[in-house]
């Protein structure tokens, strides 16, 4: 799957804010749009592997699919886009990782073919809460009361959407938070690297392993030829994928990240459009204001971060 919420790089160069960069507004909107382009992207990718493996063997599919992307990485490579070699006191945390992307991967694809695709998303847009907290825990990140309460309401939101002790928590929705968990650790070792270490060797290296995976779980699976149109699906999906990764290491780089990374949060408006116009999804009113809840504690803590920034 590699789906970052966040890109899969060392922390990218701190820009001025806006009003100093040429452009100014300019590079704000630029960088929303960016934003909003890499979430439509993923969750494109979501809808289209969401589809393509009610018929098709899972693992097969995160096969089929690697092999695109890796694909793609090749062909960058061969214009001079991807390095491949990594420092080798980079190795521990290329491999911790790894292994945190392609356990990730798995099980949210296992949760994504069972669950409705606004509520898997509803759950993941607790991702950047949950980063906030981890690198307060394990790197004395500064985290003030506001914060730290802001944090809380965005969990009793997830809390809303899981419901814990009723119906509708079940054994899909805990493969779901044990795939965000996983994404957590995947983020916080990629601030391990060494500044030499680029986004594209890591994000070749985690392509690789994935499709790698999707090969050998794909062994105890009854293999067969995807139809024409499940090989354009997969296709599609590498596609879309290629484009979020693209566009989430660029948003980055562009405008204030105060102002850019709110823009996130609309991907939960594409899951449930998406999930309304290709599979008949409609969330509940649970998920809707538990949404409600990540949402917005997730973009208060992103503004308060960027005025607590502003004062430094």
Known sequence: MLRPDLPPAATPPVLPPSSVLPGGGADNLRGSLLMMLSTAAFICNDTVMKAVTQSLPLYQAIALRGGVVLLLVFLARAQGGVRLRVPRGDMAPL???TAA???????????????????ISAIMQALPLAITLAAALFFRERLGWRRMLAITIGFCGVLLILRPGTGAFDLWSGVALVAMLLIVLRDMTTRLFSVGVGSSTVAFHAALAVALSGLLL????????????EFALLVL?????????????ATMRVGEISFVAPFRYSSLVWAVLL?????????????????????????????????LQGRD
Not at 237 to 249: E, K, N, P, R
């Open 95 to 97: 491999i911790l990782r």
């Open 101 to 119: 992307d392609v356990a990730s991967t798995v099980l949210y694809l296992l949760a994504l073919r069972q669950m409705a695709l606004a509520d």
């Open 218 to 229: 794909s062994a105890g699976e009854s293999w067969r030829f995807p139809t024409t149109g």
């Open 237 to 249: 999906a590498a596609l879309f994928l290629s484009v979020g990764y693209i566009t989430a290491v």
């Open 275 to 307: 999930g309304l116009a290709v599979f008949g999804e409609w969330p509940d009113i649970w998920t809707w204001a538990g949404s409600a809840l990540v949402v917005g504690a997730g973009i208060y803590t992103i503004l308060r971060e960027g005025k």
